[in-house]
């Protein structure tokens, strides 16, 4: 009966999802809908963590397989793609790390700030109290 | 071979047995290169060479395993629910990594569609690359890109994201779970997502929300700058 709830709700929200995504004219996939959707039903408390956790996890669990069917589409496109294979890549890896590093390092310096910025407010009049290890 | 063509089973069982392998190897070997969902991919097209197994016939039983990736996404809510609290004490550190990230996509394909000379079309092509497949083909489409590429691309950068992250945050020396998670959300969508899951919830949930909101983001950013090669 759990996993009976669990999927009601779960495939629920993502009908829901996708019928956001059929009706309202923004290029937003059902599935983010339906995230955001699930978010404020725990928010408001009209759903549970519980109510739908162990099927949540299963389906987050097994996740990484869901990309690998259309990954391997790459095998009927790499005729189209050969001529401009070399290039795509270097880009996609650049541009990715790139990504990746200025995404990291700007919320680390904005955290590290913050939680400073949290300290001196909690030394505020002790002496030294600013001091950072 | 009519026992492999017309079965609905083997797409999954080949993606799920794949993928094991991939998890397998992984644990026995260690190398990084070897990530589970990048084996999984080339033992996948290895077997269907070997049977003569075409895509169309493979994806015809292997898409039920993509079906579920829609709810999947929608329960992306949960570890972003428990770390709630967490995210509104840092929002403006979120908010502004995330905006930064997307920024700073946008301008490197930039630079490098010029250091390669590449042409309108594939500058279009690239730009939705860091994004979920589900939001980046409709940004491609509309900034006048070529949608296969770009599928193609959003799996490469997904994939090598997935690779690389805990080996660039060793190198970028990130202390915080929550820049971690961001930086692989924002960088390589649901599947530097499916790794920030496994590094652990904070950078699970972290990731989450950078999917989706890098993704939104990047439909305002695009038309913006698409025209600038």
Same mark, same amino acid.
């Given at each position: 009966m759990k996993y009976v709830k669990e999927c009601a709700v779960i495939l629920g929200i993502t009908l829901v999802g996708e019928w956001l995504n059929m009706l309202l004219?923004?290029?937003?996939p059902a599935g983010v809908y339906g995230l955001f959707l699930m978010l404020i039903l725990f928010c408001t408390g009209a759903l549970k963590l519980e109510q739908v956790e162990a099927t949540g996890n299963f389906l987050l669990d097994i996740m990484?397989?869901?990309?690998v069917p259309a990954a391997a589409g790459l095998m009927d496109s790499f005729e189209q793609l050969r001529p401009v294979l070399a290039p795509l890549i270097i880009i996609c890896v650049i541009s990715t790390l790139a990504v990746m590093a200025v995404t990291g390092k700007t919320a680390d310096l904005m955290i590290e700030r913050g939680e400073r910025h949290g300290k001196e407010k909690r030394y505020k009049g002790r002496k030294g109290g600013k001091k950072k290890s | 071979m009519s026992l492999v063509k017309e079965s609905l089973y083997f797409g999954v069982v080949v993606s799920l047995l794949a993928y094991w392998a991939g998890l397998w190897l992984k644990q026995k070997l260690?190398?990084?290169? !070897?990530n589970p969902i990048l084996v999984a991919v080339a033992l996948v097209i290895a077997a269907l060479k070997l049977l003569r197994v075409d895509y169309p016939g493979y994806y015809e039983g292997a898409k039920y395993i993509s079906y579920l990736l829609t709810p999947a996404t929608v329960c992306l809510a949960i570890p972003l629910y428990r770390q709630l609290k967490l995210l509104l004490q840092n929002l403006a550190a979120v908010a502004l990594a995330i905006t930064a990230g997307v920024i700073a996509s946008a301008l490197s394909i930039f630079v490098l569609c010029l250091a390669f000379r590449m042409e309108h079309v594939y500058y279009a092509t690239l !730009?939705?690359?860091?994004?979920?497949t589900a939001i980046g083909m409709g940004v491609s489409e509309e900034a006048g890109g070529i949608v296969t590429i770009t599928v193609v691309c959003i799996i490469i950068t997904g994939i090598f994201g997935n690779i690389i992250g805990e080996r660039m945050f060793l190198l970028l020396r990130l202390k915080s779970p929550i820049s971690r998670g961001l930086a692989l959300g924002t960088s390589a969508h649901a599947v530097g997502t499916a790794k920030a899951l496994e590094l652990g919830e904070i950078e699970g949930a972290m990731s989450s929300l950078s999917v989706a909101v890098a993704g939104l983001m990047t439909v305002v950013v695009v038309p913006l700058v698409s025209g600038w090669i």
């Open positions: 004219p923004l290029p937003v990484p397989v869901m990309f | 260690g190398w990084a290169v !070897l !730009l939705p690359k860091s994004i979920t």
